[in-house]
C-alpha cells in the first residue's frame, strides 16, 4: 500500500517561505502524479500543484503558480512544495495525494476527485 505523509507545516509571518515535504512510502505502482491540495475553514479543497512520478514536469494552480514550486527528491522519496511570499490567505491545511493511473492525463491534473491515498495534511498559518 501506499502512504503519504505531509510535513513542514507551521506558522510564518507574511512575505516568508515555508517548504512542505510529502513523504512517499510503498509501491507507487499504482499511481503516476502526486499533487498538494489545500483547504481552510469555509473554503473548498483547491489543487496547487501536482508532478508526474516519472517526469518533472508540473502543473499549478493559478493562485500560486508565480510563488509556488512543486519538485521531487528521488533520494528522499519525496515530493516537495515551496512556497514563497505567503499571505493570510495561504493558510490552510495542505494535504499530497496519489493519483491512479486509471486518471492519468497530461499535464497532471490537480481536480482533487482524481487523487487516492491521502496523507493526514499539515498546518500553514500566516500570521503577523
Known amino acids: 500500500q501506499l502512504q503519504l505523509v505531509e510535513s513542514g507545516g507551521g506558522s510564518v509571518q507574511p512575505g516568508g517561505s515555508l517548504r512542505l515535504s510529502c513523504l512517499v512510502s510503498?509501491?507507487?505502482?499504482?499511481?503516476?502524479?502526486i499533487g498538494w491540495f489545500r483547504q481552510a475553514p469555509g473554503k473548498e479543497r483547491e489543487g496547487i500543484s501536482c508532478i508526474s512520478l516519472s517526469s518533472n514536469f508540473p502543473n499549478y494552480g493559478d493562485s500560486v503558480r508565480d510563488r509556488f514550486k512543486i519538485s521531487r527528491d528521488n533520494a528522499k522519496n519525496t515530493v516537495d512544495l515551496q512556497m514563497s511570499s505567503l499571505a493570510p490567505e495561504d493558510a490552510a491545511t495542505y494535504y499530497c495525494?496519489?493519483?491512479?493511473?486509471?486518471?492519468?492525463?497530461?499535464?497532471?491534473?490537480?481536480?482533487?476527485?482524481?487523487?487516492?491515498?491521502w496523507g493526514h495534511g499539515t498546518q500553514v498559518t500566516v500570521s503577523s
Open positions: 495525494a496519489a493519483a491512479p493511473w486509471s486518471s492519468f492525463k497530461v499535464p497532471c491534473g490537480m481536480d482533487w476527485s482524481a487523487y487516492g491515498s
Open positions: 510503498g509501491s507507487t505502482s499504482d499511481y503516476y502524479a
